[in-house]
């Protein structure tokens, strides 16, 4: 008997060649996004020497970025759904890139502090216009696979972080660093709002999408936001954002601090991880798409292979604490690091599989846990590590929120929605 029909098969025509500049587009932005957000991990001490803070502090201001997406994660899924990608991406990546110039002239703490809630505002619309955009113009197929290609701009930025971002910063300083960043954003956004356009009105999932498929867009935001699988889904994404946000802000810091390494070899170290991530995310990517073509299922596709793959991370996480050597500290953070990334499209994928119609809501609303995530992690990790125990408190934090995460996954996530949402999945939960 053949799978189920769903809303999002309605969108299997071919889209041309214009969904692999979508793709194409939305890696782009995704790596200077990340560029943008990685920077200042790489200039921790120089920028607590110019500041006259310490870690504690540091860790706020890390924290104050998150705030800033916090604050419109949720707000840029709707506005995305209802006026479309092209706008509401474009402007968002002028105002972030002017406030990532702003940061290269700030003298006073608290006004940097300021200034990174106001870019992380801007920042806050990438993750759910990336995946309103992939939505509109990639069949739901290839949502896995291209999925992933654009989330390849997260480790590969982390990565070119320790292979340029560090010698960048000991030639021209932070400083300089930063307003670079901030002008070439800007550049990309004209670029965007130039080159971009709308889907093809004919697409369900479009916001200019005929009447008909718009009724099904009224899903109350309540029976949304209350869904089993989306809140275990968010929730996990709030461990998968611990863990990113660890590599992004304290990595560098727990390596030198740890180990007594100076920047280059931290840089040199630090890209272990994003390189392993690039080669793991692309294969759960295409993994989670061949179980999908199977089995229509996503509890088989989707939310198995995020729980497993955050198990593993945590079996991985757990030895860190008990070695004396930087060489094998990093071989165990990065396995886990590049396992605990590897199921990265999947989260966007269940916002897809479950909520077509609403997909830039459901993907503001997980992105929000991942904003909440990078509060709690830099702060907290702040804290643990100027305590006696340094960072070895800190991976044990880690270690309970991500496996928790892999259990609500596991016990709460059925990859069910109600019939109002658009789709009506009646295969097996797997």
């Not at 939305?26 to 200039?43: G, P």
């Not at 890390?62 to 990608?85: C, H, K, P, Q």
């Not at 474009?90 to 406030?99: D, E, K, P, R, T």
């Not at 739901?140 to 291209?146: A, C, K, Q, W, Y």
Request: net charge neutral; glycine share 10%.
């Amino acid at each position: 008997m053949p799978p189920p029909t769903t809303e999002s098969d309605a969108f299997e025509q071919p889209q041309g060649t214009f969904r692999f500049i979508v793709v194409t587009f939305c890696f782009v932005l995704v790596l200077v996004n990340y560029l943008d957000r990685v920077v200042i991990s790489f200039a921790i001490k120089p920028i607590e020497s110019d500041l006259g803070i310490a870690d504690g502090a540091f860790g706020l201001l890390m924290s104050a970025f998150a705030i800033g997406t916090l604050a419109t994660n949720g707000i840029s899924g709707v506005v995305l759904d209802r006026y479309g990608v092209k706008s509401v991406w474009g402007g968002a990546l002028m105002f972030w890139s002017a406030f990532m110039i702003l940061q290269g002239f700030v003298q006073v703490f608290w006004l940097f502090v300021v200034l990174r809630v106001l870019m992380g505002m801007g920042e806050g619309a990438n993750f759910p216009a990336m995946n309103r955009a992939l939505v509109d113009w990639v069949r739901p197929s290839e949502l896995g696979r291209f999925t992933s290609a654009a989330l390849l701009g997260v480790p590969l930025a982390l990565l070119l972080g320790g292979i340029v971002l560090a010698p960048v910063i000991l030639g021209i300083g932070w400083r300089g660093s930063f307003i670079c960043l901030g002008c070439l954003g800007g550049l990309l956004g004209l670029a965007f709002l130039v080159f971009y356009k709308q889907p093809p009105a004919s697409a369900p999932q479009s916001p200019a999408a005929p009447k008909a498929s718009n009724e099904v867009a009224k899903l109350p935001l309540s029976e949304l936001f209350l869904n089993p699988t989306l809140l275990a889904t968010a929730w996990s994404f709030f461990g998968f954002g611990w863990v990113l946000f660890f590599g992004l802000t304290w990595l560098p810091g727990y390596l030198e601090q740890t180990f007594d390494l100076k920047l280059k070899s931290v840089g040199y170290f630090s890209t272990l991880p994003w390189g392993l991530s690039l080669l793991l995310m692309p294969i759960a990517g295409w993994i989670s798409d061949a179980i999908m073509r199977r089995t229509n299922c996503t509890r088989a596709a989707r939310i198995h292979l995020i729980w497993i793959c955050q198990l593993l991370a945590v079996i991985f996480f757990i030895p860190v604490v008990m070695v004396d050597s930087a060489t094998w500290a990093v071989v165990f953070v990065s396995i886990a690091i590049g396992f605990s990334m590897a199921p990265n499209s999947p989260y966007y994928s269940i916002c897809a599989d479950l909520f077509p119609t609403r997909t830039g809501v459901a993907t503001g609303y997980i992105v929000t846990f991942f904003s909440l995530s990078g509060i709690v992690c830099p702060t907290v990790t702040g804290w643990l590590a100027q305590g006696n125990g340094g960072f070895n408190m800190a991976f044990g934090a880690l270690c309970v929120v991500v496996g928790s995460a892999a259990l609500g996954m596991l016990l709460f996530a059925k990859g069910e929605t109600s019939p109002n949402a658009g789709i009506t999945n009646t295969t097996p939960a797997g």
